[in-house]
């Protein structure tokens, strides 16, 4: 099977929507912020066999002052992000590098965990 590919179309009213191609039969697409999961993924096929669309409810609450990081994955693998600026303009495109690697780096805690509370036994 190819290797999934998430690829965005638009954000529309607070709504991030993309296309997956090589995601299997029937994918299962989590959206994270800090850690935790968001609701309301939606993932439905496309005609023809042309991949699934992928829309993504983005909750107002998430929106602060700064730069937030949505994270979309399939099982363990992070196909893309999703980067939110608000307020005052950032010094640099580095704040959303740091919290892009914050986001990365607690995926990787819990399966380092997770691998080894299962070889552990």
Request: charged share 20%; net charge negative.
């Amino acid at each position: 099977m190819a290797r999934p590919m998430l690829s965005q179309t638009r954000i529309a009213r607070g709504v991030w929507e993309g296309v997956l191609t090589g995601g299997g039969a029937a994918p299962a697409v989590e959206a994270l912020h800090d850690g935790q999961p968001l609701p309301g993924v939606e993932v439905a096929a496309l005609p023809g066999e042309q991949g699934h669309a992928v829309r993504v409810p983005l909750p107002g609450h998430i929106l602060s002052e700064g730069v937030q990081v949505v994270l979309l994955r399939l099982g363990d693998e992070v196909l893309t992000q999703i980067t939110l600026v608000a307020g005052l303009p950032p010094d640099e495109d580095l704040r959303a590098e740091v919290s892009l690697l914050r986001a990365e780096l607690e995926l990787l805690k819990r399966a380092f965990r997770r691998h080894c509370a299962e070889t552990a036994g």
